[in-house]
């Protein structure tokens, strides 16, 4: 995120000698060199909190007597509008600001940088937009900083045109764009899934006479394997390291999810491996994601491996992690032990979650056992999770089972579907027009008024030929 205060080292909260200045500057001196250290000491903490965005833990050290006593009541202020723009809270800036003039305190151009960082923080193009303006209105100027927080904020927003119209407005200022605003543009198109765009961008960088550093090639990277361009977030990753620079953990993560996610379970273990050969520690993140993609191809026992070596390394599996091992069964169509899953997550005090259950239907699908699918649905309800669209389309398609067909029961669940409220889709509605028949179908559309898409798209699935089973 771009900080007003980062272009200039010495404003950089009070940290270096500045605070040692304001300690000079008390309504009435201190009595010791202890009372002075002890006032430091607050300062420090009060800067550390607001580093962290702990705007309580900021507001309960401003009220503090020995920091009141301080004259320099705006440098106190900006640290804890400091706080409020590194938690991204625009409200408690506002807030913050309006006292401010309410105390007459004086405000200065560190005021109106930290409002509009909160602003970019909070994803609020309008505020940060005019928080510049009001500051340009009074100090008839603007600096690269400034200007580099509201671009920050249209990137979050993922409005890239907006973000370069306000990367143009520079020149009205007299400023030239340095690195850091030309990476802010990059991520606004990365964020917007414009990945074609934002390589581009790259291309004007160098053009500038600029070298693209980490952040330039991490964004592109990170970019594609969001977007599921393995094999240009992994060309992405070659050039960050042969430029010189070394992935972080939150790269290699992307990286191992972006396979997961593509189902390439051996490309996903490269990069978990080259992440541990890296001296980057594998984390609940990085696990999940590779235990997933093992679950996602049915690689049972190298899921299972991956778990003890989690458990192993003192990390506690999460959720996901536990309802991938579950869906890793169900994918090899293990009912037994899916089922077991299920008591082995409640075991460890955690709540199975809709992935869970849906993948345990899904397995008592897989083996045409519609009664117990069913079963699962309540079990699932009875356990405080709502069943999703997935959820009752694996219920409904053991349904259709060529040696135990149960047309009445997958009536049964579409009427429970729609007391759900949700809308059966193109998939649920192929699968219900197969098993009821188009005539029942219509009849039920008359009485329960359901459609998917619209009225069109509901005739051509009741109107498409009934399919034989079996």
């Not at 202890?34 to 607001?50: F, I, K, P, S, Y």
């Not at 193109?426 to 009225?455: D, H, K, Y």
Request: hydrophobic content about 45%; charged content about 20%.
């Amino acid at each position: 995120m771009w900080s007003c205060a980062a272009a200039c080292p010495r404003q950089r909260g009070y940290l270096g000698t500045a605070g040692h200045v304001f300690l000079a500057s008390f309504s009435r001196p201190l009595r010791s060199k202890t009372a002075a250290v002890h006032v430091q000491g607050l300062l420090d903490e009060l800067n550390e909190r607001a580093e962290h965005g702990d705007i309580a833990g900021a507001e309960e050290l401003f009220h503090r007597k020995e920091i009141q006593l301080l004259h320099n009541k705006t440098f106190i202020y900006n640290t804890v509008l400091k706080a409020c723009a590194n938690s991204g809270d625009v409200g408690k800036a506002e807030a913050w600001y309006r006292r401010m003039q309410a105390d007459g305190i004086k405000v200065n151009v560190k005021t109106f940088g930290k409002l509009i960082e909160a602003a970019a923080k909070g994803h609020d193009v309008g505020r940060a937009g005019d928080w510049f303006e009001q500051r340009v209105a009074i100090y008839g100027s603007a600096d690269a900083a400034a200007l580099g927080a509201v671009m920050d904020a249209f990137a979050r927003a993922a409005q890239p045109e907006e973000t370069v119209r306000w990367l143009g407005r520079m020149s009205a200022f007299s400023l030239k764009p340095g690195l850091q605003h030309y990476n802010t543009v990059l991520n606004a198109f990365a964020q917007a899934g414009q990945v074609t765009h934002a390589t581009t961008w790259l291309n004007t960088i160098k053009s500038q006479r600029m070298m693209p550093d980490a952040v330039s090639f991490k964004t592109l990277m990170n970019a594609c394997a969001q977007s599921g361009r393995v094999e240009e977030a992994g060309r992405w990753a070659r050039e960050l390291t042969a430029e010189g620079f070394c992935m972080d953990s939150t790269s290699y993560n992307k990286m191992v999810n972006a396979c997961a996610q593509a189902k390439r379970f051996t490309e996903a273990i490269d990069w978990f491996v080259k992440m541990e050969a890296a001296s980057h520690q594998p984390d609940v993140i990085s696990y999940s994601s590779i235990v997933n993609a093992s679950a996602q191809v049915g690689r049972v026992e190298d899921a299972l491996s991956l778990l003890r070596k989690m458990e192993m390394a003192g990390l506690q599996p999460n959720i996901v992690v536990l309802s991938s091992i579950v869906h890793a069964f169900a994918k090899q169509g293990q009912v037994d032990e899916a089922v077991s899953w299920i008591a082995n997550i409640e075991a460890r005090r955690v709540k199975p979650n809709v992935v869970s259950f849906t993948s345990v239907i899904q397995a008592f699908a897989k083996a045409g056992q519609a009664e117990e699918a069913s079963r699962w649905l309540d079990k699932m309800q009875q356990a405080g999770v709502q069943p999703n669209i997935i959820s009752f389309t694996a219920a409904i398609s053991a349904c259709g089972d060529p040696h135990s067909a149960k047309p009445c029961l997958a009536e049964e669940l579409l009427r429970r579907l729609l007391a759900a409220e949700l809308k059966p889709d193109s998939v649920l509605l192929r699968l219900l027009n197969r098993f009821l028949g188009p005539q029942q179908m219509q009849v039920l559309q008359a009485e329960l008024g359901f459609q998917m898409a619209g009225e069109l798209e509901l005739k051509r699935q009741l109107l498409r030929p009934r399919e034989r089973s079996g």
